[in-house]
């Protein structure tokens, strides 16, 4: 048997540098970018607090002389006031107007404009009623803010922004807990001359301080009422696989053809 080769001791030596391919090293650096940009997309497609909006349904006729107090968000306080005032000029003469008290301070409607600047406008639906709009606030003395106006005597007219409409939106501005919210108030008016009505047909609010309304927007679709159109929501970004992602540059442009356009 060949006697054993005595044992030397070796010194700890660096080891040699592998140079990587550099194929290899593209792949690494666009896997790392491929997986940043995923990790942003996800944490953007983290939805915001969900808005609410709470809608109330009625069938409410206001005649001459009655008034419909509106409470939006049923906390016991009236927040406006729908009111149908009656007057006699003499004779056989009267005048009939349909208006809307705010009772809160700080309450408000959209106003209508030209050529009635100092009624309540009577909106469209799918009209944004938000922080953009200007309203029209309680002031003075002011009994209330016109819709619509009847007289007749030896002249019949009937007149204002809410003359013979149906399905129009009165836009609201309210407190709750001293927060401004926005909500809407449905009515269809017919000429007070021909013995017509105003007809209160419903109402909602957004529960999120601050959050606009479209006038109509009920937050659940009703198939007896017509849809809403909103923005369309924009499609949250789908993250990449870890196997894409590997794959490098090439995939990493795949990837981005494959996320779905804001409409």
Known sequence: MPPSKPRTE????????????????????????AASAAGVAMFAAVPPAAAEVVFTP????ISAGTSYLL??????????????CRSVCGGDGHSSTLQVDLD???NGVAPAGKPFP????????????????????????????GMARAFEYSVTNFTGPWANVTNRFLGLKFLIDGQVHYGW??????????HGT?????????????????????G???PDDEAVIAPPAVPAAQPASLGMLARGAHSLELWRRRQPAAA
């Open 220 to 222: 659940t679709p009703d």
């Open 71 to 84: 409470d939006l968000n049923h906390d016991g306080i009236t927040d406006f006031t729908l009111r149908r």
């Open 185 to 194: 108030a449905r009515l269809t008016v017919t000429n007070f001359n021909q």
């Open 104 to 106: 809160v301070a700080g």
């Open 118 to 145: 100092f009624d309540a406008a009577a909106l469209e639906r799918g009209t944004p009623i938000g922080p953009r709009y200007t309203f029209t606030t309680k002031s003075g003395s002011y009994p209330g803010i």
């Open 58 to 61: 009625t069938n409410t006729p």
């Open 10 to 33: 070796h010194s700890a030596q660096p080891r040699p540098k592998t140079k990587v391919n550099a194929r290899l090293d593209k792949n690494l650096t666009a896997y790392v970018a």
């Open 198 to 218: 105003a007809t209160l047909t419903g109402y909602a609010y957004e529960t999120v301080p601050n959050q606009r309304i479209f006038a109509g927007e009920r």
